[in-house]
């Protein structure tokens, strides 16, 4: 069974601050790492995904995140936030054992930035 | 861009009633998903289906069932709706990567 934990259930952080949003899971075996976004009244939204490769993946408007398998963490960064990225945040892992690749989420961590 | 589209943005229905909510997607994905999503819980698993007529029982699937006939098409049905599945119910589809969500259904049971 995999299961992902989201360390902050809320992150006040002022404009133009860095951030850094928690996450880590557990699996038992090769794993496959996502953050997804969530505006209000939304769905979600993909941000970054981890698959294989480069451990640190960037999205295209300046979030990364770094895959570190010896600690088990996919925390996600920005050095410099906006208001515009006030959302709620959400990791999940995916192993894609058998024919169903299951996403498991974390209960997400809402960043709010203010000026 | 994938698009996947849930057919009811806000619905209010009555303690008993059957409920139907309906999801399609364009990307002819072999992997469709229906989630629940409650503040502080994040998202949790009701059922999904890894093909046409399969399904596969997620974390929370009492009070849930779901039908796929077709492969773009992926149904969530609430047997007998009570005041406890009121929530935000969000669909998504993949295949070999991401999952891709529609935008929620809003339901409130009343």
């Known amino acids: 069974a995999q299961s992902v934990t989201q360390l902050d259930s809320q992150v006040p952080v002022f404009e133009e601050a860095p951030v850094e949003l928690r996450c880590n899971y557990s699996?038992?075996?090769?794993?496959?790492l996502f953050w997804y976004v969530q505006y209000p009244n939304q769905g979600l939204q993909l941000l970054l995904k981890?698959?294989?490769?480069?451990?640190l993946v960037e999205s295209i408007n300046g979030f990364e995140a770094e895959f570190n398998k010896s600690q088990t963490s996919f925390h996600l960064r920005k050095p410099s936030v906006h208001i515009s990225d006030t959302a709620e945040y959400f990791c999940?892992?995916?192993?894609?054992?058998?024919?169903?690749?299951?996403?498991?989420f974390g209960t997400g961590t809402r960043l709010q930035v203010t000026l | 861009d994938v698009k996947v589209t849930q057919s009811s943005r806000y619905l209010v229905k009555r303690t008993g009633e059957k409920v139907f909510l309906e999801c399609v997607q364009d990307?002819?994905?072999?992997?469709m998903f229906w989630y629940r999503q409650d503040p502080g819980l994040g998202l949790r698993l009701i059922y999904f289906?890894?093909?046409?007529?399969?399904?596969e029982k997620g974390d929370i699937p009492e009070g849930y069932s779901v039908s796929r006939e077709k492969k773009e098409r992926f149904s969530l049905i609430l047997e007998s709706a009570s005041t406890n599945q009121t929530s935000m119910y969000l669909c998504?589809?993949?295949?070999?990567?991401?999952?891709?969500f529609g935008q929620g259904t809003r339901l409130t049971v009343v």
């Open positions: 998504a589809s993949s295949f070999r990567g991401p999952a891709f």
């Open positions: 999940a892992v995916s192993d894609w054992a058998g024919t169903a690749s299951k996403l498991t």
């Open positions: 289906s890894y093909d046409v007529k399969m399904k």
């Open positions: 699996s038992s075996v090769s794993v496959y």
């Open positions: 981890y698959l294989s490769g480069s451990t």
């Open positions: 990307m002819d994905h072999e992997n």
